[in-house]
């Protein structure tokens, strides 16, 4: 059904009105010729090819960022995992000073082997409270790096390179 036959039955066109428009329908379909209405006609269907896949395109961009902050979300939140399982340091015999942000000097009392694995590289100090707190624990070298690209603060101690910056 044609525009103009919708308004003609909602009566938003009179009788007269409705034979007035498809006579100059008529005239301008005679006036234009067949072959200029063809290629109107493949006009509007390449305008409406082009606005088809621009939709899609614009469609594609939004479900890649949808699933970008899905993903930086669920990461973020294995990071955090990560943090809760850290191991907490054995009360040893031996002392590791390191310095923190605020420049202070903590400790941390380690089993010799812990701080063999510290000194080695295989594990890292981490922070697992907010910046102003002083709570630390270990965690493997991998899981540091993990740890590092979203939250490098929250890594104290590790060997060069880890943490970027």
């Not at 409705?18 to 329908?25: F, G, T, V, W, Y």
């Not at 067949?34 to 409406?48: F, G, H, I, V, Y």
């Amino acid at each position: 059904m044609s525009l103009r036959d919708q308004f003609k039955k909602a009566n938003l066109l009179s009788d007269k009105e409705a034979k007035r428009l498809a006579h100059e329908a008529r005239v301008e379909r005679s006036e234009k010729g067949r072959e200029s209405l063809e290629q109107d006609a493949a006009a509007r269907q390449k305008e409406l090819e082009q606005l088809q896949v621009r939709d899609r395109e614009r469609v594609r961009r939004e479900a890649e960022r949808a699933e970008s902050e899905r993903k930086q979300r669920e990461e973020r939140a294995a990071v955090h995992a990560l943090l809760a399982d850290a191991k907490k340091p054995g009360g040893g015999m031996v002392k590791f000073y390191f310095e923190a942000i605020d420049g202070s000097l903590p400790w941390l009392e380690l089993s010799p082997r812990e701080a063999q694995e510290l000194r080695a590289g295989a594990v890292c100090v981490v922070r697992t409270g907010p910046p102003a707190t002083h709570t630390y624990r270990l965690l493997g070298l991998e899981s540091t790096k993990r740890v590092a690209k979203f939250l490098p603060d929250a890594v104290v101690f590790a060997p060069r390179g880890v943490v970027p910056g």
